[in-house]
């Protein structure tokens, strides 16, 4: 079940809610219960292999290969949905600077910046 999510997310170029990635199990003649799906989401995610975009309510495959506690920016189209995975090193550097001086153990940090891709950019200018 983990491994079918995980493909599903992969072939996705946008998140993908919980419910759709059902759809799309029952569509390949899988009968799956919703709860079954968020279990396997919730492990992706616990092993860094899949992130939450939590403005969408929808999941992600990881391709950046970072650690766990590394800060990750996603970058969200605001009109067709994509969304670009980036690594943020000087935003790394801030974070791990304040939770040392709050003497705070961060387990994930991630930015979600919202606006307009460039491919939907040059088409909004024919």
């Known amino acids: 079940m983990r491994r079918r999510v995980l493909e599903i997310l992969a072939q996705s170029?946008?998140?993908?809610?919980?419910?759709?990635i059902v759809e799309?199990?029952?569509a390949n003649g899988e009968a799956v219960p919703a709860m079954s799906v968020y279990r396997?989401?919730?492990f992706?995610?616990?092993?860094?292999?899949?992130?939450?975009?939590?403005?969408?309510n929808a999941f992600l495959a990881c391709n950046a290969g970072h650690e766990r506690a590394e800060p990750v920016m996603f970058l969200l189209c605001?009109?067709?949905?994509a969304v670009a995975e980036?690594?943020?090193?000087?935003?790394?550097?801030?974070?791990?600077?304040?939770?040392?001086?709050?003497?705070?153990?961060?387990?994930s940090s991630i930015i979600e910046v919202s606006g307009i891709c460039e491919p939907c950019r040059k088409k909004s200018r024919r």
Not at 87 to 106: H, I, L, M, N, W
Request: with cysteine.
């Open 86 to 107: 980036m690594q943020a090193a000087s935003f790394s550097r801030d974070v791990a600077k304040a939770t040392k001086a709050a003497g705070f153990e961060a387990r």
């Open 13 to 20: 170029h946008a998140p993908v809610g919980a419910y759709e």
């Open 40 to 42: 396997a989401l919730d």
């Open 44 to 56: 992706l995610t616990e092993e860094n292999l899949a992130h939450r975009i939590e403005s969408r």
């Open 78 to 81: 605001e009109k067709c949905g």
């Open 24 to 26: 799309k199990l029952a």
